[in-house]
């Protein structure tokens, strides 16, 4: 979850019933659904699937980005192809059917790891048999499932065209999900012929986590970094655990051809993880960096800008 959900779920009520058909055929398209489509996704190969909802691209050999650009979020998920099985980084929205897309691209058995817990992440969980997850209370709590949430994702300032055929706006939840085994810093994925390592970076949520596959030079960071404002100020945040955690990516930048965020757009180069540190020191902001710290009510805000 990167955009300002706060705000949001304080006008849900007011706005959910824009949903109806006949009002929200006229609804102003939003800004930033103006942006789309993104210029970077004209470099990745996409590959073709039935659902309209998902666009899917070839980020590199083995590797599928799942794609939602018709929600705000803009998330991406990730189907990370062994010769053995596959893992799925993500799950998404949960708007539409995110197992048939995978099932789509492989036949092989499929493990799901979260890079953390927030609604736009686990919205497909529930459709898998094997999940791993962090043993934080956070994540114990996520996987209860939320309907507050996933109703903020979908008021019409949030949306970029139709949603899928057969969808129920008043049903929208994030549905519960089962986590059938732990997973700890350090812990490797095998995946046949592919090895994933889970590297702890916790701060934007306290169950965030990246992966790295050091042989082909791979760095997954969802929400810890992304190629758009990193949002830090949801009450889960921590910032020092944020800094600790930044810091850790950037010292792994010799070691990464790719850095692979979780909304927007998928590729980065490696250069943006230093650039990610020093962005995060306010009194000393990297050069074509900016910070942003709003003073709230009841705690600091934190929004960070690479350009």
């Known amino acids: 979850m990167h955009r300002n959900s706060a705000f949001r779920k304080m006008l849900l009520r007011s706005t959910l019933f824009l949903l109806s058909a006949p009002v929200f055929a006229q609804t102003p398209i939003p800004d930033w659904c103006r942006a789309l489509p993104r210029p970077e996704y004209k470099s990745l190969e996409r590959i073709p699937i039935g659902d309209p909802w998902f666009e899917v691209y070839k980020v590199v050999p083995g590797v599928f980005a799942i794609y939602e650009p018709h929600q705000a979020e803009e998330t991406i998920g990730y ?13 998404g929205m949960g708007i539409s059917d995110v197992k048939k897309v995978v099932a789509e691209l492989t036949k092989l058995p499929i493990v799901v790891l979260n890079s953390h817990t927030h609604d736009d992440h686990v919205g497909g ?27 903020a994702e979908i008021t019409p300032d949030q949306l970029c065209g139709a949603l899928p ?48 596959d050091r042989a082909n030079g791979l760095l997954f960071t969802g929400d810890t970094y992304y190629p758009a404002p990193i949002w830090l100020f949801r009450p889960e945040t921590d910032l020092d655990a944020y800094a600790a955690s930044i810091r850790r990516l950037a010292a792994l930048a010799p070691q990464v051809k790719v850095v692979i965020g979780a909304h927007n757009i998928p590729v980065a180069s490696p250069a943006v993880l230093p650039r990610l540190v020093a962005a995060s020191m306010p009194y000393a902001p990297a050069k074509s960096s900016r910070l942003l710290i709003h003073q709230g009510k009841c705690s600091i805000r934190w929004m960070i800008f690479l350009f």
């Open 79 to 91: 189907l990370i192809m062994g010769e053995k099985k596959g893992l799925l980084f993500d799950t």
């Open 125 to 151: 969980n529930w459709q898998f048999e094997t999940i791993y997850g962090m043993d934080t209370d956070f994540t114990w709590q996520n996987a209860k499932g939320s309907r507050e949430d996933a109703q």
């Open 165 to 212: 055929k057969g969808f129920d706006p008043k049903a929208y939840a994030t549905r519960p999900w089962k986590i059938t085994a732990y997973t700890h810093d350090g812990d490797r994925f095998d995946l046949g012929g592919r090895a994933l390592e889970v590297i702890a970076t916790p701060g934007h949520t306290p169950d965030a986590i990246s992966l790295i």
